[in-house]
């Protein structure tokens, strides 16, 4: 029964249009992992719970247009906290908008599959290029710095061997230096960690980069064997990177493109997307709590 179930939904997704599941991808997206602030999140719940009860509402540009209003509104509000992916999450919003405005059914798919090929070679690319002309990147300290103290990376740090009580001590040095009420010499302080972390600040760095690099410049090429590498990378990416900082608003939007262009030319990478999609959800759950 659940191999008929797969085989049906594999069906399904090779068959239905770009802009189909575009659409239904993105309400959830949308709906689970859109924008935190109350004025978006009620606002754009009830759209979407408004979509689902009657799903022509999903397809109408003017719904699209709502929700492209209310993530433009939150960004400018608040644009100095906001995170990258919302940014591409509003492009996206307002691409759908257009897709959903035209007539044209042809013009309607080449515009969503365009753009999701679009933003994967451009947010890996830009990345890349980031990343290279940055000498703190270049060097590790940003993961450095990042496996310390950054609370999203606590169980992948303590999977390689870094005892918990290192970044501990790194955030409590990180909040005395922000205290204006505390002096302390020379604006520093050490904190040991051993061998272990800077090893693996190197190699999340390298790995990093590289798969970025592979991914883009797969993508560009528009050839089948290309687009198996870009595939291919793009899910390893996903899988690797958002199980270290589960980031899964980004990490859905990348499923989603993924999915756009996998469905009819590879549609069993595309089943690997849907479970790319339920995995980065169990990512969520605090399970280093539980094993660590």
């Not at 940014?87 to 798919?109: E, G, N, P, R, V």
């Not at 994967?120 to 710095?145: H, N, P, T």
């Not at 609370?151 to 204006?180: M, S, V, W």
Request: charged residues 15%.
């Amino acid at each position: 029964m659940l191999g008929a179930g797969i085989r049906k939904l594999r069906s399904e997704i090779s068959n239905a249009s770009a802009l189909e599941l575009a659409t239904i991808l993105t309400v959830l997206l949308v709906a689970f992992h859109g924008f935190k602030a109350w004025y978006f999140r009620l606002p754009a719940q009830c759209l979407v719970v408004l979509g689902i009860l009657f799903r022509a509402i999903l397809f109408s540009w003017i719904f699209w247009l709502l929700l492209s209003i209310l993530a433009a509104g939150r960004i400018l509000y608040f644009w100095q906290d906001v995170d990258n992916h919302k940014f591409i999450l509003l492009y996206w919003l307002c691409c759908l908008t257009l897709a959903h405005a035209i007539s044209d059914d042809q013009i309607k798919q080449t515009l969503i599959e365009t753009n999701a090929r679009f933003f994967i070679v451009f947010v890996m690319l830009a990345a890349v290029g980031q990343k290279l002309a940055s000498s703190s990147y270049m060097d590790s300290s940003f993961f450095e710095f990042e496996l310390l103290v950054d609370t999203r990376f606590r169980g992948f740090a303590a999977l390689f061997g870094i005892e918990p009580e290192i970044p501990l001590q790194a955030r409590r040095a990180l909040e005395l230096l922000k205290d204006p009420l505390v002096t302390v010499q020379d604006n520093r302080i050490i904190v040991e960690t051993g061998p272990t972390l800077p090893n693996l600040a190197a190699f999340v760095t390298w790995y990093d980069l590289l798969i970025q690099a592979v991914i883009g410049a797969a993508f560009v090429f528009r050839t089948k064997f290309g687009d198996m590498v870009g595939h291919l990378a793009l899910l390893t990416f996903i899988f690797t990177a958002y199980f270290a900082a589960p980031v899964i608003g980004f990490a859905w939007t990348l499923i989603i493109f993924g999915i756009v262009l996998a469905r009819s030319r590879f549609p069993n990478l595309a089943m690997v997307y849907v479970l790319a999609l339920l995995t980065t959800t169990l990512y969520k759950i605090p399970w280093q709590g539980w094993l660590l």
